[in-house]
């Protein structure tokens, strides 16, 4: 665990309750990523941690921001995003004006929704393809969801768009979150453009976007780990060598952040630093992709990629202080100042999510300080339900009241999907690492 992030979490005030986020961190997953994809737009999904640091640091460390609501367009604009793409379903009339006036790229999820987008906007249609799923924790495509067109639509939203003046600029496939399987995250890419070209060609529109979206995965209960160099290449052909880029930092970086940590009755934790090496072709001119299926993007068209948890994850910690230790019905609970109302994602996802101890040794009362050793227990927060657990059946060595359990992998989808005024607790602090 990097030692300034536990200076952090001990200068918390008490009772501890905090997330970490660190920039640097960030920085460097984004130049990672840059350095596979050398050829992509790559726009960060602000979705997953909407701090204002964390979207400033990615729009500036990548080419832009997707954002999916008015209060996300208004931050990225506050922040100096240089490009930004509109996505959601149910867009009000209001968002798709300033997206319009903004000049962003308004991802179109159906036939009513183009009918209220301002003519002269620029537009990319979504569509859910048949067979253009991907393996992942939530499908959005190749199955029935809410989310884009049927192909069957295409020629009628075409001319649509045509009678109204709005340019539509090619096809948004975003098809699933937190993929792990990076040749299959390849083959989803190469399938997109294979297909967006032939479409293009029936529908006789001027492919400029192919929009793949996000869903670049990460594994919080294990040691899987999405690899760049699989999904670079899968996508750049082998003509010209190339360049390898040194992962000594990115190795020790994953070491530090992620020790041997508590697991939970599901697995979990474990060190995830894996020693591969990264490869990529940078051979190619920046308008051009070859790709080994014999498939080449065409000059003048955009691939864009719109991650937001490979990003953020690794990124964020959320710290909560251990209130009290129990015992009911024969199971050892932990129970935190904190809990799923800050960090959902367990709950939501029905995971255990690995944790560090972090001793304090502060003690301000005058009666002895409850321990446990050597039991498994479950985490509890401190809302009134029973339903309020990041992890079940978590092994601890040694556990006093007042340690902290520090959470890593919490700087995506933590506390932005939580339901934060359940119950009306205080707000966590927010440290920003520099």
Excluded at 391 to 413: C, K, N, S
Aim: hydrophobic share 45%; charged share 20%.
């Amino acid at each position: 665990m990097p030692e300034r992030v536990l200076a952090a979490v001990r200068a918390l005030r008490r009772p501890r309750c905090g997330y970490i986020y660190d920039l640097s961190v960030l920085r460097a997953r984004a130049g990672r990523l840059r350095s596979a994809l050398p050829h992509a737009t790559l726009l960060y999904a602000v979705k997953a941690n909407s701090h204002p640091a964390v979207v400033r640091t990615l729009a500036s460390a990548l080419d832009g921001v997707d954002v999916a609501s008015s209060g996300e367009l208004d931050l990225a604009l506050s922040v100096g995003a240089r490009r930004v793409v509109v996505s959601g379903p149910a867009k009000t009339d209001d968002l798709l004006a300033a997206a319009s006036r903004a000049g962003a790229l308004i991802n179109v999820e159906s036939a009513q929704e183009l009918r209220r987008v301002p003519g002269g906007a620029s537009v990319a249609i979504r569509v859910n393809r048949a067979g253009g799923g991907l393996s992942g924790s939530h499908a959005m495509a190749g199955v029935p969801t809410q989310f884009g067109v049927d192909p069957s639509e295409l020629g009628s939203l075409l001319r649509l768009a045509r009678s109204r003046g709005v340019d539509v600029r090619g096809f948004h496939l975003h098809a699933a979150s937190n993929n792990l399987d990076a040749a299959a995250h390849a083959a989803f890419i190469r399938s997109a453009l294979e297909w967006s070209v032939a479409t293009a060609d029936e529908h006789r529109l001027e492919l400029r976007v192919v929009n793949v979206g996000g869903g670049l995965g990460v594994d919080y209960t294990g040691d899987q780990v999405f690899d760049l160099s699989v999904l670079a290449g899968g996508l750049t052909g082998p003509a010209g060598g190339s360049t390898p880029v040194d992962n000594a930092a990115e190795l020790s970086e994953a070491r530090a952040i992620f020790p041997p940590t508590h697991r939970g009755g599901g697995g979990g934790g474990g060190d995830v630093a894996r020693d591969f090496d990264l490869e990529f072709d940078i051979s190619s001119p920046p308008d051009a992709v070859a790709l080994p299926s014999g498939v080449e993007l065409p000059r003048g068209v955009e691939l864009i990629l719109e991650p937001g948890r490979f990003l953020a994850a690794d990124a964020g910690w959320y710290a909560a202080e251990v209130i009290d230790l129990k015992q009911t019905q024969g199971r050892w609970f932990a129970v935190l100042r904190g809990g799923t109302h800050h960090f959902r994602l367990p709950a939501a996802w029905g995971y255990s999510h690995p944790f560090t101890v972090v001793p304090i040794d502060e003690w301000p009362y005058d009666w002895p300080r409850p321990s446990v050793s050597d039991v498994a227990l479950d985490v509890a927060g401190e809302l009134c339900t029973p339903r309020d657990i990041l992890a079940r059946d978590a092994h601890v060595t040694h556990l006093r009241i007042g340690d902290v359990l520090l959470f890593p992998r919490a700087g995506a989808y933590g506390w932005d999907i939580s339901h934060h005024d359940f119950l009306r607790h205080e707000h966590p602090e927010f440290v920003i690492l520099t």
